[in-house]
């Protein structure tokens, strides 16, 4: 069978369509003897027969093992250059009581921010004292609950924060730790909606006034100053933005310890995964030893110690670790003219039961994903599809384009890899769909992490509800 010339220059028509392409998916996920998916030696079918879909599923053991490795890749780099590291797991990416506490078990603290992301923890028991606290516009309540629970850092990220927390802390009776955000001017190779340091930009104070900035913070006595923090953005390749981020704070680093100590850098996260054939992004390993290659470097031609380091990665640890199941509703295969020489082709859509309520990414900035028969194995020749959701949108894609065989039909379980970060987080209930179960596999076994939510829970917050004959309540209890 011919290639299909809708399919971008990336994606090579697979040799077989129901090969699980090692990158993309978790440590445990393999093929059974019948062909059927399974992960953490749970099959496709029998999670969506226990769980319903869509349904995200994280392997555990895949999520544990890279919160493990990333901390040990981190600390041994800086250690090799006689300094320390500290990895604050970026909870934005995936966050559940069940997630935090696998996160400290690994030696991991926790970056949250919001106020649900902090109650969240400690309703999880996380040490408050673990925890980071983020935002580019925290309320007086968050920053009050933050330093009144005991928060070992607060990120300041404006002028406006450094009264805002230094009064909190003074009526707590506390001494508050903190770091200043740098905008640090840094284009990160990135799309325009995951770079957070270029000028044009809500997050964090620019380099030129991070002296004054950190006068302000030294003036308050309920403060103390730890360092400087830097995130240049998400899903990054390139290691270059963060070494030249590095250096651009340490330059400001070396200024400021005229004026007393400053203990860390943070140079927050950001470090991007693998979602489609061909993506190639370093290894975690590489990432942290060229980091503390960089830092040692910069601090020996400035003649200043070595700081602590401080990072924030969250995608990489759960990312991986995701996978999302959803079953077939209905194929249509739809005839597309060729601009360049007036010929045809055909794209098969696959439609499921989900889409952009349960993976907003590829409608908010065309993230692609890939797919793969689940509930079953295909010796069909393989069709170019594109899986698409059911929402009234014709942005509702969950998968741009990816290769299935051509016999995929109704009934059918598809998966969709890496969707462990930022897919539960930007969840919503755009066409009142309810949101999916967040379920763990481990050795054989599931257990929900999140229960999936009913139609009831939806219309409970209508004030206007109210049981009548076309309301069920049995049929819409929780599971």
């Given at each position: 069978m011919l290639d299909n010339a809708l399919a971008p220059p990336w994606l090579i028509r697979p040799g077989d369509a129901n090969a699980l392409d090692s990158p993309l998916w978790p440590a445990t996920a393999r093929r059974t003897s019948s062909g059927e998916l399974e992960i953490g030696g749970v099959a496709a079918s029998r999670l969506a027969a226990d769980h319903g879909t869509p349904l995200y599923i994280v392997d555990e053991t895949d999520a544990r093992a890279r919160a493990a490795r990333t901390r040990e890749a981190f600390v041994s780099a800086f250690a090799a250059h006689g300094s320390s590291a500290t990895v604050y797991y970026a909870s934005k990416a995936l966050l559940t009581t069940e997630v935090a506490?696998?996160?400290?078990?690994?030696?991991?603290?926790?970056?949250?921010?919001?106020?649900?992301?902090?109650?969240?923890?400690l309703a999880a028991g996380v040490d408050p004292a673990l925890l980071g606290l983020h935002g580019n516009n925290k309320s007086l309540a968050e920053i009050d609950r933050a330093v009144a629970a005991g928060v070992g850092t607060i990120v300041l990220d404006s002028?406006?924060?450094?009264?805002?927390?230094?009064?909190?802390?003074?009526?707590?009776?506390?001494?508050?730790?903190?770091?200043?955000?740098?905008?640090?001017?840094?284009?990160?190779?990135t799309h325009e909606y995951l770079a957070t340091a270029r000028e044009d930009q809500k997050f964090g104070v620019p380099l030129a006034d991070a002296l004054a900035a950190v006068t302000a913070i030294r003036a308050r006595p309920s403060l103390r100053f730890l360092g400087l923090h830097s995130h240049i953005g998400s899903q990054i390749f390139v290691v270059d933005g963060f070494l030249e981020a590095a250096r651009r704070l340490l330059a400001v680093h070396a200024e400021l310890l005229a004026g007393g100590d400053?203990?860390?850098?943070?140079?927050?996260?950001?470090?991007?995964?693998?979602?489609?054939?061909?993506?190639?992004?370093?290894?975690?390993e590489d990432i942290a030893t060229g980091l503390a290659e960089a830092v040692a470097e910069v601090c020996r031609e400035l003649s200043i110690p070595m700081p602590a380091i401080a990072v924030e990665p969250g995608r990489t640890i759960v990312g991986p670790a995701g996978v999302t199941l959803y079953e077939v509703g209905t194929t249509k295969d739809v005839v597309v003219a060729l601009d360049d020489d007036g010929g045809n082709a055909v794209r098969r859509y696959v439609s499921v039961d989900g889409g952009m309520s349960d993976n907003a990414r590829p409608a908010l900035y065309g993230a692609d994903y890939s797919v793969r028969l689940a509930?079953?194995?295909?010796?069909?020749?393989?069709?170019?599809?594109r899986l698409a959701g059911k929402h009234c949108e014709s942005g509702d894609i969950v998968v741009h384009a990816d290769w299935l065989p051509g016999d995929v039909?109704?009934?059918?379980?598809?998966?969709?890899?890496?969707?462990?970060?930022y897919c539960f987080s930007l969840a919503s209930n755009y066409n009142y769909l309810t949101r999916p179960a967040v379920v763990a596999v481990r050795d054989g076994t599931a257990r929900t992490l999140v229960r999936r939510e009913t139609e009831h829970d939806l219309l409970r917050r209508d004030t206007g509800y109210e049981l009548n004959d076309f309301v069920d309540p049995a049929r819409w209890s929780s599971e």
């Open positions: 506490r696998w996160m400290v078990e690994a030696g991991l603290r926790l970056d949250v921010a919001s106020g649900g992301e902090l109650a969240v923890a002028l406006e924060e450094v009264e805002r927390v230094a009064d909190a802390a003074q009526r707590h009776d506390r001494t508050q730790a903190v770091r200043l955000r740098i905008n640090s001017g840094v284009h990160a190779h400053v203990p860390e850098l943070n140079l927050g996260g950001g470090f991007g995964i693998a979602y489609v054939v061909g993506d190639a992004p370093p290894a975690i509930s079953r194995s295909s010796t069909v020749d393989p069709v170019l599809v039909g109704a009934g059918d379980l598809v998966a969709v890899p890496a969707t462990g970060a």
